[in-house]
């Protein structure tokens, strides 16, 4: 369903779409296959040629059709790409194209590159929702409206209040992911039970660390592919992300119905419209922001389970972070989409805000 074009602009962003698809996924492979290789030429294992050679490849350079072919065979991608990238290189080179690598240690890295990149973009959206927030925090400096605890009116409060608590929250947010990112986003480079066996001596570590620079990851020693807590923390973190998300975006729905009225969507043109109320402009945004967030924050959820590998690797649990961690980046970009709009255009009705302060204060001294 988010592959749909009608669908896919509500539920994430074109640049997270660009980020995990199947070509810059493909291409991510063959990044890490290229900077293994020159690596390896750079301690002297394989040829500076070979490793220049492989470098020249592309994704446009693979035949997509054999490539699935080998998929359903084997049950792995990179099979089928280290099968084509070394009939490309030729035969003179062939035996240097993923010298002593395994299929995790390529999927691994790409997928701790593609993190990486995704997460730049969740960073430069909360930016975006941050400098809305403060716009309306000075905009209001002593706008007042009614509080609420358990749904009922409870007493006056800031309204820059409320939107600091909000803006706090997801700064906090935004904190976490950097503090999990730097625990999760490593090189996968150890072979084939991850433990640098195939290399002699210290060259494997050098080839594992000129890797991780070459690509601005980290390292783990002496390995993380049975360990899957790096990625388990970034997905979590994501999923926090959205709850806070959710949470916002529900209130500022509730703020925005007409029996309350105290905030306004922006609307444009049959923004927002009925199919059967012509008089009726629904609050899309924030809407939308807290159903695509919930579903981040429950699609994360699932990441816990898949952390329980057996001995030295275990493809069952494995296979599904594949489908896992690309879907929550995407639904987290979606439901950031969602947020930044909102308050792109979100106006606070002071007047109302006041009337509910007078209503509010009647009831409080009947009492």
Request: proline share 2%.
């Amino acid at each position: 369903m988010l592959d749909w074009h009608l669908y896919r602009d509500s539920f994430s962003t074109l640049g997270m779409r660009q980020i995990w698809s199947e070509e810059a996924t493909i291409s991510a492979w063959i990044k890490v296959e290229q900077t293994l290789a020159r690596s390896q030429a750079e301690v002297g294992l394989i040829p500076s040629e070979a490793a220049a050679k492989i470098e020249s490849l592309s994704a446009s350079d693979l035949d997509a059709a054999a490539l699935l072919e080998e998929m359903k065979l084997v049950g792995r991608p990179i099979v089928g790409l280290v099968k084509q990238l070394r009939s490309l290189v030729g035969a003179d080179f062939a035996a240097y194209v993923h010298y002593r690598a395994s299929t995790q240690d390529i999927m691994d890295t790409a997928l701790a590159m593609q993190m990486q990149q995704g997460l730049r973009e969740v960073y430069a959206m909360l930016a975006q929702i941050a400098g809305h927030l403060q716009c309306h925090i000075a905009a209001h400096p002593d706008t007042m409206m009614i509080g609420r605890t358990n749904g009922q009116h409870a007493l006056p409060i800031l309204l820059k209040t409320k939107l600091e608590v909000w803006r706090e929250e997801l700064a906090r947010r935004n904190a976490a992911l950097v503090d999990a990112a730097g625990r999760g986003l490593m090189v996968q480079i150890g072979g084939p039970v991850g433990d640098l066996r195939k290399y002699e001596g210290e060259t494997g570590q050098l080839v594992k660390t000129c890797v991780a620079d070459a690509l601005n990851l980290g390292s783990a020693d002496p390995h993380w592919q049975n360990a899957r807590d790096g990625v388990a923390e970034i997905v979590t973190a994501c999923g926090a992300l959205c709850a806070s998300l959710c949470k916002i975006a529900h209130n500022v729905n509730l703020l925005c119905s007409s029996d309350i009225g105290e905030f306004l969507e922006g609307y444009g043109d049959r923004k927002g419209a009925s199919s059967s109320m012509t008089h009726k402009r629904n609050q899309r945004a924030s809407e939308f922001g807290e159903a695509v967030a919930r579903l981040g924050r429950q699609r994360s959820e699932q990441i816990g389970e898949v952390t329980l590998h057996q001995h030295e690797r275990a493809g069952g649990v494995w296979i599904t972070e594949w489908m896992i961690v690309p879907e929550v980046f995407l639904l987290t970009s979606g439901a950031l989409m969602w947020a930044e709009q909102m308050f792109a255009t979100l106006n606070m009705r002071g007047d109302i805000m006041a009337q509910k302060i007078a209503l509010a204060e009647t009831d409080i001294s009947n009492h």
